[in-house]
């Protein structure tokens, strides 16, 4: 069975190349470093609606810092680098789970099984996302402040610094009663963001001011996993799916802020390709590639970020994952300009 696994997961990778749509956002972000440009001048100017999908940089200024070095390598140079960072930061947090843990040898199987065949480490490894490192750390600071080592804590806050989602682990830490492992977080976490004031004091500005808002409120796009993005797909109205807004159950959902949602997009669809179709008075800044515009998609009514015509290689490459029920159709596609 761990060779089936490794099989479809090295299918996967193959189906990856070494071309990466997140990447490609990394690299931007890295050479803007480079040539003292602003990191979210193209996130702010983009014209697609929803600021989740926008092909743009949305991380903090530090991430950007930590892999400005790639930005001095050729693309096929720096996307190979970049694969290869993140299977070892999988691998390093399979090893740390399995050293720590010391789980019987019937655990670790199941462990390497629901890793290698975890849907959103597919798409994770197609865009070239920056969550394997980030899992990495938090596996890492989880681990061994749970082993009773409060610096570890430490890795959790560089985690933050990078993607602020793992900054939720503070509440455990604080329920917990982990004060020194609480504060080694807060003091790893505002270190590295102070470097990142330090070096680019105005996209910091920008990027707690103008990014983080525009990113709050999600996506329901079938590729965010997260119980945000699950949440938003039956509860709210988006163009993506059919939402349960009118069951009678409807009122029994929380009323903060997992109940019926504002719209983010119009509600007729044809509004939204209109909008996607007219020309941009900002053009992005810089080039993103051929497939990084938002353009009219063959799935009717469904306005899609560009990741389709990537996701398709994954479509193409596992024909029996049962796609069917990852998204009605199929993994939708980009049309010809």
Same mark, same amino acid.
Request: glycine share 10%; hydrophobic share 50%; proline share 9%.
């Given at each position: ?6 099989? %479809?997961?090295? &299918?996967?990778?193959? /189906? ?11 690299? =931007? =972000? ?45 693309? +096929? ?17 399979? =090893?740390?789970? !399995? ?7 019937? /655990?670790?199987?199941?462990? %390497? ?19 394997? #490192?980030? &899992?990495?750390? !938090? ?13 570890? $804590?430490?890795?959790? $806050?560089i985690a933050a610094a990078l993607k602020l989602t793992p900054l939720v682990l503070l509440v455990w830490l604080l329920l917990d009663r ?17 470097? @990142? /004031? ?10 707690? @001011? ?37 069951? #009678?159950? =409807? ?5 903060? @802020? ?18 996607? +179709? ?38 193409r490459a596992l024909p029996l994952s049962g796609r069917a029920g990852l998204w009605p159709g199929g993994f939708p596609q980009c049309a010809?300009?």
């Amino acid at each position: 069975m761990i060779g089936s696994a490794i099989a %479809i997961y090295l &299918l996967v990778l193959g /189906a990856a190349g070494l071309r990466h749509q997140d990447l490609e956002a990394y690299l =931007a =972000a890295a050479r803007d470093i480079w040539h003292g440009a602003p990191l979210y001048a193209t996130f702010l100017h983009h014209p697609f609606p929803d600021p989740t999908l926008r092909p743009a940089f949305i991380y903090p200024p530090a991430f950007a810092l930590l892999i400005a070095p790639l930005g001095l390598l050729p693309d +096929a140079v720096a996307s190979a680098i970049w694969l290869l960072i993140g299977q070892a930061s999988l691998i390093g947090a399979l =090893a740390l789970i !399995v050293r720590w843990q010391k789980p019987p040898s019937w /655990a670790v199987t199941a462990l %390497i099984l629901a890793t290698l065949t975890f849907y959103p480490l597919w798409i994770d490894v197609l865009q070239g996302q920056a969550n394997l #490192p980030v &899992l990495l750390l !938090v596996t890492a600071g989880v681990a061994g402040v749970a082993r009773g080592r409060p610096r570890y $804590g430490a890795a959790l $806050g560089i985690a933050a610094a990078l993607k602020l989602t793992p900054l939720v682990l503070l509440v455990w830490l604080l329920l917990d009663r982990r004060l020194r492992a609480a504060g080694w977080m807060l003091g790893a976490f505002a270190t590295v963001c102070g470097l @990142g /004031a330090l070096f680019r004091f105005n996209d910091t500005v920008v990027f707690f @001011g103008q990014v983080l808002p525009a990113l709050a409120p999600g996506t329901a796009f079938y590729a965010n996993q997260s119980l945000s993005g699950a949440l938003d797909r039956v509860s709210s109205a988006n163009p993506y799916t059919q939402p349960w807004i009118d069951v #009678p159950w =409807a009122f029994l959902l929380p009323s903060s @802020g997992v109940g019926p949602r504002r719209r983010l997009f119009a509600a007729d669809p044809t509004a939204v390709v209109g909008h996607l +179709a007219a020309p941009s008075r900002h053009p992005p800044a810089g080039d993103l590639g051929e497939c990084d515009r938002p353009r009219r998609t063959r799935l009717a009514g469904h306005p899609h970020h560009c990741a389709g015509r990537r996701a398709g290689r994954l479509q193409r490459a596992l024909p029996l994952s049962g796609r069917a029920g990852l998204w009605p159709g199929g993994f939708p596609q980009c049309a010809d300009p």
